[in-house]
């Protein structure tokens, strides 16, 4: 293993110890029982059990009256206004019919909401985005909760909702959790004409017709945008962590190849259940080394700075206290092997293409950069997913292919990367701490001094801007008040068209906020996450217009330069909304979650470290070791 990699993740364990042990030991009770009892719903009463199976056909009611037959738990985010979701309309039929094939017998659970942050970017209802995760964590649990079911298929792609899926199945640790993608749409418009197209708009030198025609180019058909964003930084991470079969990532909807192995995903829900010889609970394949390795890949793929808080949360719900020190460590060790939009002008079926995930999980097996000895879905290892699938008259079988890039543009080796180091950086200073992607920001612009030009909201900066106040200058943008407490922490991606024009005029120009920036954000240099925020009191709040502000991604340095004491002695500009202000497009119905948010570098969700609230049943730390998970091999914790 590399140094790096192999001293991170023992700090992980060392620090998560007492939280990892309570979580698995509470998880381990349910597992025990369900080994000993049999199906789930044996336990549930004569009425209970006829209310969940009541609308099935007369054959699965058949099955369910039965103690033999797993149930499967399908709990989606279909809806056929997403491009992404809406191939998940006809997913039900295929796997309720592959699961029944394999011996068991599926629902669909419940649905959870599934929002577009390319819809509401910019919008009112982009300050619910965020706070949608929590919400599908919660609705997750609520599928889970009916105690019909032995495994799990999660259907969901974007943003929020991965990581919402996961968290509320993390809560249901014992059973096994299948994620089921849906891929991308095929290529559109070139990302570089989509670019400098959006670039020409905000500039005035076209109008919407125009924009819109090219928009409708680049997003046209069902499948996830090709961008790599948030939400196929997702798909990335779910496949290194073992949560997707192996190469099921990247294929396109509407393929035999796509149905196959959609089928595929069913029939091993059925066969990791605990009452097979493979039980495979998802509180033991999402472990501390599983959370390195998603570390690993965001890092080596330049992959959505969202996931500096998604994995975060994630690894909260599993007992794991992951922290912003561990990115870091890890960012100063792995190579950045990828160039996808917006690091450069290739699509994720591009890379895909190019070789995709087994050739880079593969390489950096190789190269130590990754944990192999972890538990997925698809076996004990992380080897299983160097193979590739393919289709054959039995389905679908798994070939191993070699680490090797069929476009060197697209996909390096570990031994001749884009970058020496990752994509992400992490940055400090008397401002507080804060996120940094590098992947796609030019060298001479990682460093920037400037006087600060202070917003309390996205829209000023836009009027600036189209006022031309922001001409023939430079200027770090200052925009606060937009971190979890203070309105949802939306994303200002819509921002990043007009101040790359003014860093192509020439201009030094930079972004400083508590806010978040998109997963497909560019070239502009930015300093996001800021924590803590404005509306807790953060030193953001004491900056003033003129303030000189240096960043310096390189070094990993955010600062305001003012003489010892200075700032300390400011009180706060501005202030967030009220409770009365924030009110329409259904704001005022997450007051709740903006006041119990946590800071963005703790995952900027309302819910605590799993375990940190104290032992299982009463059990003590040493105690809770004991009752710790076992599966079906008796290892233990793996």
């Given at each position: 293993?590399?140094?790096?990699?192999?001293?991170?993740?023992?700090?992980?364990?060392?620090?998560?110890?007492?939280?990892?042990?309570?979580?698995?030991?509470?998880?381990?009770?349910?597992?025990?029982?369900?080994?000993?009892?049999?199906?789930?719903?044996?336990a549930?009463?004569?009425?209970?059990?006829?209310?969940?199976?009541?609308?099935?056909?007369p054959?699965?009611?058949?099955?369910?009256?039965?103690?033999?037959?797993?149930?499967?738990?399908?709990?989606?985010?279909?809806?056929?206004?997403l491009?992404?979701?809406?191939?998940?309309?006809?997913?039900?039929?295929?796997?309720?019919?592959?699961?029944?094939?394999?011996?068991?017998?599926?629902?669909?659970?419940?649905?959870?909401?599934?929002?577009?942050?390319?819809?509401?970017?910019?919008?009112?209802?982009?300050?619910?985005?965020?706070?949608?995760?929590?919400?599908?964590?919660?609705?997750?649990?609520?599928?889970?909760?009916?105690?019909?079911?032995?495994?799990?298929?999660?259907?969901?792609?974007?943003?929020?909702?991965?990581?919402?899926?996961l968290?509320?199945?993390?809560?249901?640790?014992?059973?096994?959790?299948?994620?089921?993608?849906?891929?991308?749409?095929?290529s559109?418009?070139p990302?570089?004409?989509?670019?400098?197209?959006?670039?020409?708009?905000?500039?005035?030198?076209?109008?919407?017709?125009?924009?819109?025609?090219?928009?409708?180019?680049?997003?046209?058909?069902?499948?996830?945008?090709?961008?790599?964003?948030?939400?196929?930084?997702?798909?990335?991470?779910?496949?290194?962590?073992?949560?997707?079969?192996?190469?099921?990532?990247?294929?396109?909807?509407?393929?035999?190849?796509?149905?196959?192995?959609?089928?595929?995903?069913?029939?091993?829900?059925?066969?990791?259940?605990?009452?097979?010889?493979?039980?495979?609970p998802?509180?033991?394949?999402?472990d501390?080394?599983?959370?390195?390795?998603?570390?690993?890949?965001?890092?080596?793929?330049g992959?959505?700075?969202?996931?500096?808080?998604?994995?975060?949360?994630?690894?909260?719900?599993?007992?794991?206290?992951?922290?912003?020190?561990?990115?870091?460590?890890?960012?100063?060790?792995?190579?950045?092997?990828?160039?996808?939009?917006?690091?450069?002008?290739?699509d994720?079926?591009?890379?895909?293409?190019?070789?995709?995930?087994?050739?880079?999980?593969?390489d950096?097996?190789?190269?130590?950069?990754?944990?192999?000895?972890?538990?997925?879905?698809?076996g004990?290892?992380?080897?299983?997913?160097?193979?590739?699938p393919?289709?054959?008259?039995?389905?679908?079988?798994?070939?191993?292919?070699?680490?090797?890039?069929?476009?060197?543009?697209?996909?390096?080796?570990?031994?001749?990367?884009?970058?020496?180091?990752?994509g992400?950086?992490?940055?400090?200073?008397?401002?507080?701490?804060?996120?940094?992607?590098v992947?796609?920001?030019?060298?001479?612009?990682?460093?920037?001094?400037?006087?600060?030009?202070?917003?309390?909201?996205?829209?000023?900066?836009?009027?600036?801007?189209?006022?031309?106040?922001?001409?023939?200058?430079?200027?770090?943008?200052?925009?606060?008040?937009?971190?979890?407490?203070?309105?949802?922490?939306p994303?200002?991606?819509?921002?990043?068209?007009?101040?790359?024009?003014?860093?192509?005029?020439?201009?030094?120009?930079?972004?400083?906020?508590?806010?978040?920036?998109?997963?497909?954000?560019?070239k502009?240099?930015?300093?996001?996450h800021?924590?803590?925020?404005?509306?807790?009191?953060?030193?953001?709040a004491?900056?003033?217009e003129?303030?000189?502000?240096?960043?310096?991604?390189?070094?990993?340095?955010?600062?305001?330069?003012?003489?010892?004491?200075?700032?300390?002695?400011?009180?706060?500009?501005?202030?967030?909304l009220?409770?009365?202000?924030?009110?329409?497009?259904?704001?005022?119905?997450?007051?709740?979650?903006?006041?119990?948010?946590?800071?963005?570098?703790?995952?900027?969700?309302?819910?605590?470290?799993?375990?940190?609230?104290?032992?299982?049943?009463?059990?003590?730390?040493e105690a809770?070791?004991?009752?710790?998970?076992?599966?079906?091999?008796?290892?233990?914790?793996?």
């Amino acid at each position: 293993m590399n140094r790096t990699v192999q001293e991170v993740t023992e700090r992980l364990a060392e620090r998560s110890a007492r939280t990892r042990d309570v979580y698995l030991a509470r998880v381990g009770e349910a597992a025990r029982e369900a080994k000993r009892r049999g199906t789930a719903r044996t336990a549930l009463g004569c009425a209970n059990l006829a209310h969940g199976f009541a609308a099935c056909s007369p054959a699965d009611k058949l099955v369910l009256r039965g103690a033999e037959r797993p149930g499967v738990a399908i709990v989606t985010a279909y809806n056929d206004m997403l491009s992404a979701h809406q191939p998940y309309e006809t997913y039900p039929a295929i796997l309720k019919e592959a699961v029944r094939e394999a011996g068991g017998v599926a629902h669909v659970a419940g649905g959870v909401p599934a929002m577009c942050d390319g819809v509401t970017q910019g919008r009112a209802g982009m300050e619910l985005s965020l706070y949608s995760r929590e919400v599908i964590a919660m609705a997750t649990a609520i599928a889970l909760s009916h105690d019909m079911f032995d495994a799990s298929l999660l259907l969901g792609v974007c943003d929020k909702i991965v990581p919402g899926l996961l968290i509320g199945a993390l809560h249901f640790g014992h059973l096994p959790a299948v994620f089921v993608p849906a891929g991308p749409m095929p290529s559109g418009l070139p990302n570089k004409v989509k670019a400098r197209t959006r670039q020409l708009f905000a500039e005035g030198k076209i109008g919407r017709g125009e924009m819109l025609d090219a928009e409708a180019k680049s997003y046209h058909s069902p499948g996830t945008c090709t961008f790599y964003g948030t939400a196929n930084s997702n798909q990335v991470l779910m496949e290194v962590m073992g949560l997707h079969l192996p190469g099921s990532t990247f294929v396109n909807p509407g393929t035999e190849l796509r149905d196959g192995l959609t089928r595929a995903a069913a029939r091993r829900a059925v066969e990791i259940t605990a009452h097979g010889p493979e039980y495979t609970p998802v509180a033991e394949v999402v472990d501390e080394k599983a959370l390195v390795n998603a570390a690993v890949a965001l890092l080596a793929t330049g992959g959505s700075t969202n996931h500096t808080m998604h994995l975060v949360a994630i690894a909260a719900a599993a007992g794991v206290e992951l922290l912003w020190d561990d990115l870091a460590a890890l960012s100063k060790a792995v190579p950045l092997l990828t160039r996808m939009y917006p690091n450069g002008q290739a699509d994720v079926n591009h890379f895909h293409a190019a070789g995709g995930m087994q050739a880079l999980i593969g390489d950096l097996l190789d190269s130590g950069l990754l944990h192999e000895d972890v538990l997925t879905i698809a076996g004990r290892g992380l080897g299983h997913y160097r193979s590739a699938p393919a289709l054959t008259g039995a389905g679908v079988a798994w070939e191993e292919r070699a680490p090797v890039s069929a476009d060197p543009d697209v996909l390096r080796p570990v031994a001749d990367p884009f970058s020496a180091d990752g994509g992400i950086h992490m940055l400090s200073g008397n401002l507080g701490r804060a996120v940094s992607k590098v992947s796609a920001v030019r060298p001479e612009h990682l460093v920037i001094e400037a006087p600060a030009k202070v917003f309390d909201d996205q829209s000023e900066l836009l009027a600036a801007f189209e006022a031309g106040e922001l001409d023939g200058q430079d200027f770090v943008a200052v925009i606060r008040y937009q971190g979890p407490s203070a309105n949802g922490m939306p994303e200002l991606h819509k921002l990043t068209p007009p101040l790359a024009v003014l860093l192509d005029r020439g201009q030094r120009v930079a972004i400083v906020t508590d806010g978040r920036m998109s997963g497909a954000s560019g070239k502009v240099p930015a300093a996001i996450h800021l924590s803590p925020e404005a509306a807790d009191g953060g030193p953001i709040a004491l900056v003033r217009e003129g303030d000189r502000v240096r960043l310096d991604s390189g070094a990993g340095t955010l600062d305001v330069l003012l003489p010892e004491g200075e700032l300390a002695s400011r009180t706060p500009e501005g202030r967030p909304l009220r409770d009365d202000e924030w009110v329409g497009t259904g704001r005022e119905l997450f007051a709740a979650f903006r006041r119990a948010a946590g800071p963005a570098e703790r995952g900027a969700g309302i819910f605590a470290v799993s375990g940190a609230e104290g032992g299982a049943n009463g059990l003590d730390a040493e105690a809770a070791r004991a009752a710790a998970l076992v599966t079906a091999g008796g290892e233990g914790r793996a």
